[in-house]
């Protein structure tokens, strides 16, 4: 593990203030909406309004006409632009095009682009754009995509199968066939990202030179993208990341309009904005989820699995989207067994094309599905088997003397205090049901106690997800003639406070005032080629980087260094970002020193030393795989955060509403870099984790049409359906990442989603409740609590789940 | 109204951040838009433009106002204060404490809740349910309100529950 080595850190491990927050809690942040260029010109699109069609016509006549128009365009229009590439070569091709060319797959999808003087302008003239669909048959569900004779979405496919890897363990069967075995199905809904800032993109053609500044959480993989749609030059294109105002995994995807409005600027040469908004955002921006598993396991009479089946089945929507939305798929069937000790584990995995926007990343990306639906299989198999749920669990969770644990998937679990964190949720959850139990009242009011594990793949492979990337990022450090240091990273800062931490690695390593480091991301002009902050991977990779970067810094200070003290270059060391020789501080010299004798009195550079004082250097992962070996094991991660939350809820049982009364994280990313960082990636994560059990949840009608494209209809949670997060950290070094760290912002999502379903189990275990699916929304949990009433009285009813897929 | 005649554009005058604004507006503009691209005070944030985030709170009159559901118009003869004329100098008081909890993390709602939370009463907060229920109308995305509420109670003097 790359380790600080003979320097001491101050800085990491501390809660240094963001020096973000002086700008943006003042309104002096930059976003993209933010930036106005001279004779700006704004585009607004024109988006499909029915699910599937034909797309016929588009007619610009009118809308031509319209005051403050400039121009208007269709994909025909597009001259010189190409397809989106498709890497992935484990999945059917999506041809897709920056404009629908001849058929459109889901309400929202782009069909034209309208620009004109400002945006009220568009607006009214993208109204009179007049396209002639013939409409075609809507496929918009898991069911109805695989129904035999169903309508298909791409008629160059024999069916709406985007991906389809079956499983085949003879070993599984084997055991399935000769044991008692449980089965169950799970299904987590369709969700939206949404940060509170949609997307937006202004671009302009100076020089030759295409500038991009988009809401983007990989500025170099969206230039790489562009150049390769536009067909231009990469080095032609410029991407500037401003702030971010959130991304959450729905801003790493290399979208339509981002092209199409790069491609406005060098048609018109005159700068062109585009900015989403949020009914915009709520039809064409990535959602995700939507997802169903099914499994069938055998288990031993301690209530322990022996040997576990999964189906994944998932619906990508149409599945037009650059970095396709099938691979959470693949990370739901890698996360399902947590860190529970499964010996046997096959799983099938099938992505389905459906008339709904297509999905893509979100914070969690698969594993909120995946932890769902083993949380409450465990939990019914438990019941079969006779045994308290947490007994069972006990017997299956990871201890220490199993590390590193091989897990029949490929993951190869390297580090984690995951009994330990289990127990203490565990601990923690029980005290707070026990105080709940005290104060709350009422006869038709059931407390539950609710929890959870997972393990977190952290710095994940980006060729499992793309075809193209792989894993690692760069960071490069310059020190000026003053001293200062300016450093430079290939990840993106999407809100998450990046720069603090970036900021805190470079002081420590470079031993010098934190206030002395200025830190440069989201523009591919001064960075590096990097990959970006998704994955959970951002902290890992720029340390990796730093670290190695700062390092040949280092070295090369200490020649120079020894030059000025005319010492012997073995003799001088570093202390508190001084160069002395060993045993004595004075004399000494400062980074001011031979940073100066390095740029500008270069002839004051011992012989042999070239001018210059700074270094670039990449860190790619060490220890995960980008490919499946023969068995199709694959471990696509190169660190496993792990976590175990609890919670207590009250059910009313006449409105079927759950209130979150505690909500329990213990949490282990490893080394933590900035506690308060983390802390706080935690509650948003969980949060949305929440949002996703309790309250948000894309719904279309029976022809495709959105029923959500509003907040007053999506329902994000505020202040008051949020509960007090109680936070605790474990820290479990990772063995092979830098300092120890592992990435901490998706975790927090992964488990509220499986809290909640199995407190409300808990709540209502006298009813016979058993919570298959997400949302739980009072509508369908009353319908579950009648469900199981009927069931019990002997009736059958339809579905006994807590689901509402039609809520 | 008894003329036929559509009137596109009107004269306003305001104060914005305490400063006389005189100028000639579409009359549908939005407010925001005014404050954003007329006036180039870009501290206040769209976020849904239908009234239900929060971001683009401003202070008019003395009252929180949602810029996305006015009309630039309505703001004729009136005073607004925006997130750059709530910030003194430095930051204040409630800023401080929004950096010290660790309030913020994109900071694109942020100038909304300070908004909010400028013309709020602090004696008519005694307890977390009361501030919760303040900032329900506020939306943020990255920080779970945890830190957000810890801010609010540690400046008003809130013991949380």
């Known amino acids: ?807 | 109204m008894s003329t036929a005649q559509a009137v596109s554009h009107f004269a306003i005058s305001c104060e914005v951040n305490g400063t006389t604004v005189d100028r000639v507006v579409a009359v549908r503009q939005l407010l925001a838009d005014f404050i954003r691209e007329d006036l180039g005070l870009t501290g206040t944030h769209l976020g849904c433009e239908h009234g239900v985030c929060g971001a683009c709170t401003v202070v008019l009159d003395g009252e929180a106002v949602r810029s996305c559901l006015a009309l630039a118009v309505q703001a004729d003869g009136r005073s607004i204060t925006t997130i750059e004329g709530l910030s003194g100098d430095g930051l204040t008081s409630m800023q401080q404490a929004f950096r010290r909890a660790h309030a913020l993390q994109c900071g694109f709602c942020t100038p909304g809740f300070i908004a909010t939370l400028s013309v709020a009463d602090p004696s008519d907060y005694h307890d977390e349910a009361g501030v919760r229920q303040l900032i329900s109308g506020n939306l943020c995305r990255c920080t779970g309100y945890e830190n957000i509420v810890a801010a609010v109670c540690e400046e008003w003097g809130i013991e949380r529950s």
């Open chain 1, 1 to 807: 593990m790359p380790d600080w080595g003979d320097l001491v850190p101050r800085l990491f491990g501390a809660r240094v203030e963001r020096r973000e927050d002086a700008a943006l809690l003042t309104g002096q942040g930059r976003y993209v909406a933010d930036i106005r260029l001279p004779g700006m010109l704004e585009a607004t699109f024109v988006r499909s309004h029915v699910a599937h069609a034909e797309l016929r016509r588009v007619d610009f006549s009118s809308a031509l006409k319209a005051p403050g128009v400039v121009a208007a365009f269709a994909a025909a229009d597009l001259t010189g632009v190409r397809e989106f590439p498709d890497y992935i070569s484990w999945q059917r091709e999506v041809r897709q095009f920056p404009l629908q060319r001849d058929r459109v797959r889901y309400v929202g999808a782009p069909v034209a682009v309208v620009v004109a003087s400002n945006r009220y302008e568009a607006e009214d003239a993208a109204e009179l754009v007049e396209v002639d669909y013939a409409e075609l048959p809507a496929v918009l569900s898991i069911e109805e995509a695989l129904a035999p004779g169903a309508p298909r979405l791409f008629e160059e496919w024999p069916d709406n199968k985007v991906m389809d890897l079956p499983e085949h363990d003879p070993e599984v069967d084997r055991i399935l066939a000769s044991s008692p075995t449980v089965s169950g199905r799970y299904r987590m809904q369709r969700q939206a990202p949404c940060p509170m800032e949609t997307r937006g993109v202004v671009a302009e053609l100076v020089h030759g030179r295409l500038t991009v500044w988009s809401s983007q959480q990989s500025p170099h993989i969206l230039r790489t993208t562009l150049a390769t749609v536009l067909g231009i030059p990469e080095s032609t294109i410029r991407v500037v990341t401003p702030d971010i105002g959130g991304g959450f995994g729905g801003k790493t995807h290399q979208y339509p309009e981002e092209v199409v409005v790069a491609w406005l600027a060098m048609r018109l040469r005159r700068p062109v904005r585009w900015i989403e908004d949020r009914a915009e955002h709520l039809v064409s921006a990535v959602q995700a989820r939507d997802e169903m598993i099914v499994l069938e396991g055998s288990y031993a009479p301690d209530g322990s699995i022996t040997a576990l089946r999964a189906e994944v089945i998932c619906d990508v929507g149409s599945g037009e989207i650059a970095m396709p939305g099938t691979c959470t798929s693949l990370v739901s069937a890698a996360c399902l067994t947590a860190a529970w000790k499964i010996p046997h584990y096959a799983t099938s995995v099938t992505c389905v094309v459906t008339n709904k926007t297509p999905s893509g990343a979100y914070r969690g990306f698969g594993a909120p599905e995946a932890v769902l639906a083993i949380e409450r299989f465990i939990s019914r198999v438990a019941l079969t088997a006779g045994v308290d749920p947490i007994e069972a669990r006990r017997k299956m969770i990871l201890d220490p003397e199993d590390l590193p644990y091989m897990q029949p998937s490929g993951n190869r679990i390297d580090s984690g205090s995951h009994r330990a964190a289990f127990e203490r949720a565990i601990e923690l959850g029980q005290a707070a049901l026990a105080r709940r139990r005290q104060e709350t009242a009422g006869d038709r009011v059931r407390l539950g106690l609710g929890y959870c594990q997972y393990v977190e793949p952290t710095v994940p492979s980006y060729f499992g997800t793309t075809g193209y990337w792989t894993a690692y990022d760069s960071s490069s450090i310059s020190i000026h003639p003053d001293g200062g240091v300016r450093v430079s990273c290939g990840v993106a800062a999407i809100g998450q406070g990046t720069e603090t931490t970036i900021a805190a690695v470079t002081a420590d390593a470079l031993q010098v005032p934190i206030e002395e480091v200025t830190v440069v991301v989201g523009d591919t002009d001064s960075c590096a080629y990097g990959l970006g902050s998704w994955g959970s991977r951002s902290a890992v990779v720029f340390t990796g980087s730093i670290l190695r970067a700062a390092e040949i810094v280092r070295q090369k200070a200490s020649k120079i260094a020894a030059s000025l003290l005319e010492a012997a270059e073995p003799d001088v060391v570093m202390e508190e970002g001084r160069f002395h020789v060993r045993g004595s501080s004075t004399p000494a010299v400062g980074w001011a020193d031979v940073a100066t004798a390095a740029c500008v009195r270069t002839i004051d550079l011992p012989d042999g030393v070239e001018p210059g004082l700074d270094a670039s250097a990449t860190y790619e992962p060490p220890n995960l795989d980008h490919r499946p070996d023969a068995e199709g094991r694959m471990n696509g991660a190169a660190t496993w955060a792990n976590g175990s939350h609890s919670g207590v809820v009250a059910v009313d049982l006449d409105t079927g509403g759950v209130r979150i009364l505690d909500y329990i994280v213990v949490h282990d990313c490893g080394r933590v870099i900035n506690p308060t960082i983390v802390e706080g990636q935690v509650h948003g994560a969980v949060a949305q984790g929440i949002a996703g059990a309790l309250y948000e949840q894309i719904v279309h009608d029976s022809g495709g049409q959105p029923q959500t494209a509003s907040f007053m209809d999506y329902l994000l949670p505020s202040a008051t359906e949020v509960p007090r997060l109680v936070v605790e950290h474990f820290e479990s070094p990772a063995p092979e990442t830098p300092l120890g760290i592992k990435g901490v912002g998706e975790a927090g999502t992964i488990g509220p989603g499986a809290v909640i379903a199995n407190a409300v189990s808990d709540a209502l275990s006298e009813l016979g409740v058993d919570i298959t699916e997400t949302p739980i929304t009072n509508r369908s949990l009353l319908r579950a609590i009648a469900a199981a009433g009927a069931s019990r009285r002997g009736a059958s009813p339809e579905e006994p789940s807590g689901g509402d897929a039609a809520a």
